[in-house]
């Protein structure tokens, strides 16, 4: 049984950081990309980050490049977001996948397998 669940969201001042995790497991998490995908308040799904299988290549949002890094421990099973300098649009639910085409679609529609979300809320 496929599993990922993201943690790591909270409410943070703009400005702070904060490091979301994605544990996985029933899958070969090495073989893999991996992505960060967002869903802010009345908004569709966005991607943020693409990691590939050994973590070399990554990928991201152009307007969050910079200031968000994406990881990976292979040997754990877990995805990571690094979030720097946060803003009040960064607000939203992040979730993890390994199910999404890349490039990602304009507009991203949930299958496959994904994790139920983090909350994170940046106040201004």
């Known amino acids: 049984q496929v599993q990922l669940v993201e943690s790591g969201g909270e409410l943070v001042q703009a400005g702070g950081s904060l490091r979301l995790s994605c544990v996985t497991s029933?899958?070969?998490?090495?073989?893999?990309?991996m992505y960060w995908v967002r869903q802010a308040p009345g908004k569709g799904l966005e991607w943020v980050a693409a990691?590939?299988?050994?973590?070399?290549?990554?990928y991201y949002k152009t307007s969050l490049k910079g200031r968000f890094t994406v990881s990976r421990d292979n040997a754990k099973k877990t995805l990571f977001l690094q979030m720097n300098r946060l803003k009040s649009d960064d607000t939203a639910v992040y979730y993890c996948?390994?199910?999404?085409?890349?490039?990602?679609?304009?507009?991203?529609?949930?299958?496959?397998?994904w994790g139920q979300g983090t909350q994170v809320t940046v106040s201004s």
């Open positions: 990691i590939s299988t050994n973590g070399i290549d990554a």
């Open positions: 996948t390994k199910d999404l085409d890349f490039p990602p679609p304009i507009e991203i529609v949930r299958t496959g397998s």
């Open positions: 029933g899958f070969d998490f090495s073989s893999h990309w």
